[in-house]
């Protein structure tokens, strides 16, 4: 069954990066494209950005343009997302989301907490 799985969120300081992974499994990876959002405390999840099959297409949203990079290995069936420059706003639970003959698959998320 289709399966994602995503690491590397923890607590950082305000200016700090954090680099999560989605693995992924059940699926032929490399054929669809990815999504990461997030959910901050009291609010609607969000998309934080897309990335292509093949990873030619990438887009973000306006929070994280130049601070946030979407990259994905299809060898290791892996998605990542390197935030950079975080701050306080940053503090969500952050999911990856792939989206298969019309249905959305998650993942349980990742805690990110950003604060000194």
């Known amino acids: 069954q289709v399966q994602l799985v995503e690491s590397g969120g923890g607590l950082v300081q305000p200016g700090g990066s954090l680099r999560l992974s989605c693995q992924a499994s059940g699926f032929a990876f490399a054929s669809y494209p990815m999504s990461w959002y997030r959910q901050a405390p009291g609010k609607g999840r969000e998309v934080a950005g897309s990335i292509s099959s093949v990873g030619e297409k990438i887009s973000y949203a306006d929070f994280g343009k130049g601070r946030f990079t979407i990259s994905r290995d299809n060898t290791k069936n892996t998605v990542y997302l390197q935030m950079n420059s975080l701050n306080p706003a940053d503090t969500a639970v952050y999911y990856c989301?792939?989206?298969?003959?019309?249905?959305?698959?998650w993942g349980q998320g990742t805690q990110v907490t950003v604060s000194s």
């Open positions: 989301k792939t989206t298969l003959y019309g249905k959305n698959y």
